[in-house]
């Protein structure tokens, strides 16, 4: 119940964040820009969509048989909102459904459920997708890689920010049976192999975080102590990305 409540507590203060940062941006411009211009129909030329060639539309993702896990963030399209070009500029996006490639780190869009593109990253800056009254927020971080999407998980305009890169990687079933012994796996499988960067107020590097207690508390500086204390407290939780939510929202307290 203290883990979920954490996380909960996190998101909550994430939100807010985040939309004070869209709504408060001095650039910012209310449904400008064609969101048209910046989408690629070439992006999804090798993605694969079981749904497409059995009912046309695509309304479901991650629904392939003999798989396991996921390839897709979402199940179905979802929603977008405050999408951002890089010159700060609000880009209209009412008429668009979205989804994201975990694979690729693209952004898929589609108006019909047909017809689908991805957005180009090198126009968009940052953008907040929906899906079970949670937001997901992605940005481009310079301090990480100007060229990708990374999930925003905290976001404080003082000290840390906390981000995720979605990394995963196709596994093809490879099991063998030679009579005598039988080897290797009889299903596909997506294997999610995320990384964490935290991004201090000001750097203008990131730190590459390994789920490990030790690689954690060396990250804080002059915060170590606070975060030794953390640990203590939580020493019975397992060091996940919801305990790293965790411990940064108290460090940034």
Do not use: C
Request: charge should be positive; aromatic fraction near 14%; proline fraction near 1%.
């Amino acid at each position: 119940m203290k883990k979920v409540f954490i996380l909960s507590v996190s998101i909550l203060i994430l939100i807010k964040a985040a939309s004070a940062q869209f709504n408060n941006s001095g650039n910012l411009l209310r449904a400008g820009g064609n969101f048209n211009e910046y989408l690629n129909k070439t992006a999804v030329k090798n993605i694969t969509l079981n749904a497409r060639k059995k009912a046309g539309a695509v309304n479901a993702f991650n629904n392939e048989e003999n798989t396991k896990g996921t390839r897709f963030l979402f199940d179905t399209w979802v929603n977008g909102d405050s999408v951002i070009n890089t010159q700060g500029n609000y880009i209209n996006t009412a008429t668009f459904l979205f989804n994201f490639d975990k694979m690729t780190n693209n952004v898929l869009v589609t108006q019909d459920k047909i017809n689908i593109m991805a957005v180009a990253p090198t126009g968009i800056n940052s953008f907040i997708l929906e899906d079970k009254g949670r937001q997901y927020i992605f940005e481009h971080v310079k301090a990480i890689d100007s060229t990708k999407f990374f999930l925003a998980l905290v976001k404080n305009e003082t000290w840390y920010s906390l981000y995720k890169e979605f990394i995963t990687k196709f596994a093809e079933a490879n099991f063998r049976n030679d009579g005598l012994i039988q080897t290797g796996k009889e299903y596909n499988e997506y294997k999610d192999e995320s990384q964490y960067y935290i991004v201090q107020q000001g750097n203008v590097t990131a730190k590459l975080i390994d789920l490990k207690p030790k690689v954690i508390k060396a990250v804080f500086g002059e915060k170590k102590e606070k975060a030794d204390a953390y640990f203590r407290q939580h020493k019975d939780y397992a060091v996940d990305e919801s305990f790293l939510i965790g411990l940064i929202t108290y460090l940034n307290q």
